[in-house]
């Protein structure tokens, strides 16, 4: 099911299941290192055992195609905190021309994923409206906040924070992460390489059919993580 060996074990205990024999992560790992089980190498894992962690070089750079965007900067600490839920992480994927858009939610890792025809604004800002059309005067509470990069497909900030319902009323309140600080969206970025196991670099995004893509993106709901006790981002999020 394209299940981490430590996510296999972090849900087995989160659910309390008995087998007869018991093991652990890291023993898991070193099995598979020896050898141990047929046709599983490290090279079959998303996320290599001794990959060492990447350190980030923090920035301040103004990014000079988005002067008069509001920066991450002026992003309230709870928010940085994750203490609520309702803030969420945006990013474009792309293969081969098309792409999805991406949201992820801070506190839970709550996946939403949508396929649009071109990586434009007009495409970006047409799939907030389908979300505000869809849990209209909840939408503000659900969508508080989005952070998202410099890239020209989200410059339109007033498009994307002005509800559509709702002439002159703001929906939610956009902020954008510093140029080359991929780490300011850290959520976005772990979740792109989950993505990334149903859709490699250089696939054909056009190919993949809207129940695909909610395929994937109810796999992602449902992933025992880590970070979340080894609960999933849909019991957090419920």
């Not at 905190?81 to 839970?108: F, I, N, P, Q």
Request: charged share 35%; net charge positive.
């Amino acid at each position: 099911e394209k299940y981490s060996p430590d996510a296999v074990i972090g849900e087995i205990n989160e659910k309390g299941l008995k087998f007869d024999t018991s093991i652990c992560t890291k023993t898991v790992y070193n099995m598979i290192d020896k050898g141990i089980f047929l046709n599983l190498t490290n090279k079959d894992l998303p996320v290599k055992k001794d990959r060492k962690k990447r350190k980030y070089k923090q920035v301040r750079n103004v990014a000079l195609n988005n002067a008069k965007g509001r920066s991450i900067e002026e992003r309230p600490p709870e928010i940085e905190r994750r203490e609520e839920y309702g803030h969420w992480e945006m990013d474009c994927v792309v293969g081969k021309g098309k792409a999805c858009l991406v949201l992820t939610e801070r506190m839970s890792r709550k996946e939403l994923i949508f396929k649009m025809s071109s990586k434009t604004q007009k495409c970006v800002i047409d799939v907030i409206d389908k979300l505000e059309r869809q849990y209209r005067s909840r939408f503000q509470r659900i969508f508080n906040s989005i952070t998202m990069d410099n890239g020209s497909e989200f410059l339109d900030m007033e498009s994307l924070e002005i509800s559509f319902l709702k002439a002159g009323t703001k929906r939610t309140t956009c902020y954008y992460a510093h140029p080359y600080s991929s780490w300011e969206r850290g959520s976005n970025e772990n979740q792109n390489k989950l993505i990334r196991r149903f859709v490699p670099k250089g696939f054909n995004i056009g190919k993949l059919t809207n129940k695909d893509v909610k395929r994937i993106e109810n796999w992602m709901n449902n992933y025992p993580r880590r970070i979340l006790g080894y609960k999933t981002p849909n019991q957090i999020a419920a």
